[in-house]
């Protein structure tokens, strides 16, 4: 499978708890071109989960500081869940889906994220088993990956989604890495942005106008076109559509 025939999706938590999402996501992907490989997050019903047990959702600089406790409700949620949700869509529209978390198969092999404060369970990848994931597009299948992976020891770490995307469009060698959202582009306040720059994209996070998760969006999509990837784009699924018909209304990423 040819790197420019394919694509990397991320597909939002905010967004995979919506039947009519999926249903669109699955028409979408059934008719495309490219090949693609999903990444997803699941935002949206790990807070839930996590707020029906008592245990109290912290943050930092759009990233869910995960416990032990709260792990293990990331992993049934991200890989039980939501990813045979988005499986589920998939194959009702005809799609050869296939539902694999980070553990599986020695797909992902993760470390712990260092930052400012200890963010527990949450970790990076380190390594992509990218030839794995090319047997399995080479076989038809498209893969759905939960981003929860483990260490050496198998220590279980939450990758989060967007960080995930971009080291599976870099390893796969991709030309096209998207992001998909609740909202069609990124915004400074009020306008839309057509094309945001390093430089830019900074600026509009230091001053706060790009914020939570949009965060992590914006600064994988700069890492993955420093790493090879050329094109990166945050839209939402109307975005994407426009984007496959050749009419591109997203936000553009750019060195």
Known sequence: MKSQNLMVLKVGGGEVDRPEF?????KLVAGMEKKPVIVHGGGRDIGKYLDQLGIEAKFHEGLRI???A????????????????IVGALVVARVKALGISGRDIKLIRAGKLEAEVDLGHVGEAQWVNARILRELLEHGFVPVISPVSQDATGAVFNINADHMAREVAVSLRVTELVFLSDVPCVYDD????????RKLAEQLI????IGGGMVPK?????RALEKGVKKVLITDLEGLENYLNGNITATVITL
């Open 190 to 197: 009020v306008h839309k942005i057509a094309k945001l720059n």
């Open 218 to 222: 914006v600064r994988s999509g700069i």
């Open 22 to 26: 999926l249903e669109s996501l699955a």
């Open 70 to 85: 709260a792990i293990e409700v990331v992993e049934m949620v991200l890989s039980g869940l939501v990813n045979k949700r």
């Open 206 to 209: 230091e001053t706060e106008v």
């Open 66 to 68: 995960t416990d032990d």
